[in-house]
T-cell receptor, first 113, second 113 residues
Framework: DQQVKQNSPSLSVQEGRISILNCDYT??????FLWYKKYPAEGPTFLIS?????DKNEDGRFTVFLNKSAKHLSLHIVPSQPGDSAVYFC????????????FGTGTRLTVIP | EAGVVQSPRYKIIEKKQPVAFWCNPI?????LYWYLQNLGQGPELLIR????????DSQLPKDRFSAERLKGVDSTLKIQPAELGDSAVYLC???????????FGEGSRLTVL
């Protein structure tokens, strides 16, 4: 049973516009959430995270929003750049430890120049 | 600083043959992970080590998969015998502390014919 879901397998956005990637989770014990970015033939790299005590975390062009009541989080990229084209994985961890990660299936973002 | 190193990058074998993957984590990282990533899916944890100890191997198919982390540094993941369904990318990651930020290697892509 997939506990972290990314229902959009792909997303295309014009350069300079906002990219919004969504993620839903089912386990109410999850309390720490992360986004990883993956280029082809490379391993995933950490992008940004958020603790369940917050509803927003911002790092440059990247902002993650958490809605605990809806069990939903989203990643906003503004402005989007062609170099942002990659697969984005949402991940969550439960209270057994922040390193016990459950990953979603990923969303492939394409930023069109 | 060198990242997580994995080898081989690619391996093609026939079913029922054995295969082994090697991982060298980032120096000083006490936690090491092996993940399985099937096509179009997110990474799924196979086993997690804290130093030499396997603290979570609940998802490792122990009838054919084995892993070891001698001296708490390098690790080897073995499959014997390989099955067609084992074709996937095997990712190694390491971390220090409990931040949720895992550092992934480039992965070892296995094709079983």
């Amino acid at each position: 049973d997939q506990q972290v879901k990314q229902n959009s397998p792909s997303l295309s956005v014009q350069e300079g516009r906002i990219s919004i990637l969504n993620c839903d989770y089912t386990n109410s014990m999850f309390d720490y959430f992360l986004w990883y970015k993956k280029y082809p033939a490379e391993g995933p790299t950490f992008l940004i995270s958020i603790s369940s005590i917050k509803d927003k975390n911002e790092d440059g062009r990247f902002t993650v929003f958490l809605n605990k009541s809806a069990k939903h989080l989203s990643l906003h990229i503004v402005p989007s750049q062609p170099g942002d084209s990659a697969v984005y994985f949402c991940a969550a961890s439960d209270q057994t430890g922040a390193n016990n990660l459950f990953f979603g299936t990923g969303t492939r973002l394409t930023v069109i120049p | 600083e060198a990242g997580v190193v994995q080898s081989p990058r690619y391996k093609i074998i026939e079913k029922k043959q054995p295969v082994a993957f090697w991982c060298n984590p980032i120096s000083g990282h006490n936690t090491l992970y092996w993940y399985l990533q099937n096509l179009g899916q997110g990474p799924e944890l196979l086993i997690r080590y804290e130093n030499e100890e396997a603290v979570d191997d609940s998802q490792l198919p122990k009838d054919r998969f084995s892993a070891e982390r001698l001296k708490g540094v390098d690790s080897t993941l073995k499959i014997q015998p390989a099955e067609l369904g084992d074709s996937a990318v095997y990712l190694c990651a390491s971390s220090y502390g409990n931040t949720g930020e895992l550092f992934f290697g480039e992965g070892s892509r296995l094709t079983v014919l």
